[in-house]
Nanobody
Framework: QVHLAESGGGSVQAGESLRLSCVAD????????MGWFRQAPGKEREGVST???????KYADSVKGRFTVSLDNAGNTLYLQMNSLKPEDSAMYFC????????????????????????WGQGTQVTVSS
């Protein structure tokens, strides 16, 4: 059972920065995709950025050039550095993980489709005021 715990959210002014952290534990060596999603009130949950065990990193167009996702060397803390924040970035941010054993297929997996992720954190709120 994988457990994810986010931290680092807060209230900032437009143009400022925040760094979100997600500590993951409970999984053994395997292939994975980990990432960040966000959900604003009245909107669907959307993918922000993901990375996987093959080294592939993806960003939503709305955050490219402003956000950076990374994983620590131990492989158990995921970060999201968010720079030049905008009011439209305000949302609850969720850490997500999908973990599969070596040799398992990832065919059909969409890193920006929330339903494809099996593990979720509780979320951390980010509020950006103008």
């Amino acid at each position: 059972q994988v457990h994810l715990a986010e931290s680092g959210g807060g209230s900032v002014q437009a143009g400022e920065s925040l760094r979100l952290s997600c500590v993951a534990d409970g999984y053994t060596t395997s292939t994975y995709c980990m990432g960040w999603f966000r959900q604003a009130p009245g909107k669907e949950r959307e993918g922000v950025s993901t990375l996987d065990s093959e080294g592939s990193i993806k960003y939503a167009d709305s955050v490219k050039g402003r956000f950076t996702v990374s994983l620590d060397n131990a492989g158990n803390t995921l970060y999201l550095q968010m720079n030049s924040l905008k009011p439209e970035d305000s949302a609850m941010y969720f850490c997500a993980a999908e973990v599969r054993p070596y040799g398992a297929t990832w065919f059909g997996f969409d890193p920006f489709r929330s339903a494809d992720f099996g593990y979720w954190g509780q979320g951390t709120q980010v509020t950006v005021s103008s």
